[in-house]
């Protein structure tokens, strides 16, 4: 096992090689690359809670937060060992208990392991196990018990992401001196060798396909599509695209998993991507709506983003501008398909995170560049159909396998627990039904610091003064 765990973190593409010698400053940008991954998910939330009405805000957040707390304890209990355990079902599986608890990882194997840390990179991944599961959250607002979703994200953490992200995260190693095969890793970065540098499939494909699953399984909320269910806080909203534009920074250049060149041009790919993709959104909404909005600013940000993760090695900036570019357009019109179609994906994660996913994981076919990185020939560089038709299967197979198995968890714990809140529970707000609380205290107050004193004391009165309240109420 020694072998293997040494040599666990020479992944992603090629970017980092066993050989590299110890690099504290390649482990430094790698746990700061982890840290922004995570702010991401706080930034998902103020983008998710920004987007509902009022009455939800808090519950959406927390989808967020509890993502956070329950799958980084799973992934040290047996996620990791799932997704880069050595394989054990040709390709689809990591062997379980091969790293439980994160068994071994301890001992420093700095040198050895292409200069990181073993847990370095555990820690890297772990990020992105929790915001692919936080994703999935905004297809569901307004509508979902959280006890319901914390248990479907466990479950579907467990059945569907951890497999997938072994399936396309871990690679398989070879000892360069002896030609032996020292750890076995996934069908799609291997066997298949389709291109997904950050996580266009795992991530966002696989999203995007569980969140339109569970929109069928809960139903569309009440009103929709006949009542407007508008965005409560537009500036909440763009804070938080503005801080996922800042983490993925850590996503995309980040997944080189060394402070190098590979990292250098997936920055600036991202960076050029995202501002093409929210020029391409508001031009749409420019020439379709008559207006350019500040929330298809914030959404065109996000769609560039996800069209950029899994090509970001391999294109270039040129070809990064016009993965963005075509990203903004494609995903500007995708959020319509659900009133054509008639399911409540109630934050558009289907439309910008399975059609960006799905686009950008194409666009490897398309646009990359033995220039880059990643070193292959699209179809319009010169290189056939040979990478487009890898990345077609890679994407579907990830979209259909998540479909599938996330339909019959959502219809599981729906028929035993129940998913969805009831009909009263859903016009109160989730908010106050499911976390007794409120986002806005909104109850009127009027008079100067003074009014309503006792007669002659300058004392005031205080009513409801009972148990959980935060603040005291002066009577009038």
Not at 2 to 28: H, I, K, R
Not at 135 to 146: E, N, P, Q, T, Y
Not at 344 to 358: A, C, E, I, T, W
Request: glycine residues 14%.
């Amino acid at each position: 096992m020694e072998g293997t765990v040494t040599l666990l973190t020479t992944y992603l593409g090629g970017a980092l090689a066993a050989d590299v010698p110890s690099d504290t400053g390649n482990t430094a940008w790698v746990l700061t690359s982890a840290a922004l991954v995570l702010l991401m998910t706080p930034g998902l939330a103020l983008f998710y809670g920004g987007m509902v009405r009022a009455k939800n805000v808090l519950a959406m957040m927390m989808m967020s937060f509890g993502a956070m707390a329950l799958i980084s304890v799973l992934w040290v209990l047996y996620g990791y060992s799932v997704a880069f355990g050595d394989d054990v079902g040709a390709g689809l599986l990591g062997a379980p208990g091969e790293f439980l608890g994160l068994e071994g990882l301890m001992k420093d194997t700095t040198s050895e392991a292409g200069g990181l840390p073993a847990l370095a990179f555990v820690g890297f991944q772990a990020v992105f196990a929790i915001i692919t599961v936080a994703l999935i959250s905004g297809a569901i607002a307004d509508r979902a018990k959280f006890g319901a979703w914390m248990v479907f994200a466990g479950v579907w953490a467990t059945v569907v992401y951890f497999p997938i992200a072994h399936w396309v995260f871990d690679f398989t190693v070879t000892d360069k001196a002896s030609g032996k095969v020292t750890h076995t890793g996934g069908w799609i970065a291997n066997n298949l060798a389709a291109i997904d540098f950050a996580g266009g499939t795992a991530v966002h494909i696989n999203a995007g396909a569980a969140g339109l699953a569970l929109a069928l399984v809960l139903g569309r909320r009440k009103g929709w599509p006949a009542t407007p269910m508008k965005p409560h806080n537009l500036p909440l909203v763009l804070l938080g695209a503005g801080l996922l534009w800042f983490g993925w920074f850590g996503f995309n250049a980040g997944s080189a998993l060394a402070a190098n060149n590979t990292a250098a041009v997936a920055f600036v790919n991202t960076l050029v991507a995202t501002g093409a993709a929210a020029l391409g959104w508001l031009l749409t909404e420019k020439l379709r709506d008559g207006h350019a909005t500040s929330l298809g600013a914030a959404s065109g940000v996000v769609a560039g983003l996800v069209a950029i993760t899994p090509s970001c090695s391999s294109v270039s900036p040129l070809g990064a501008i016009a993965v963005g570019t075509l990203a903004g357009v494609f995903c500007a019109l995708a959020v319509g398909l659900k009133y054509r179609f008639g399911y409540d994906d109630s934050l558009d994660v289907v439309g910008v995170h399975l059609v960006g996913g799905l686009w950008g994981t194409l666009a490897v076919g398309l646009f990359a560049t033995a220039a880059a990185p990643a070193g292959v020939d699209g179809l319009f560089y010169g290189g056939g159909v040979d990478q487009l038709w890898r990345q077609a299967v890679g994407a579907f197979a990830v979209l259909v396998v998540s479909f599938v198995a996330t339909l019959v968890i959502g219809l599981a714990i729906e028929k035993t627990m129940g998913f969805r809140v009831d009909g009263d529970d859903e016009s109160v707000g989730v908010d106050l039904t499911q976390h007794a609380e409120t986002a806005y205290d909104l109850a009127p107050v009027s008079g100067g610091a003074f009014r309503g004193s006792l007669p002659g004391t300058g004392t005031p009165t205080v009513s409801g003064t009972g148990k959980g309240r935060t603040d005291q109420e002066v009577s009038a």
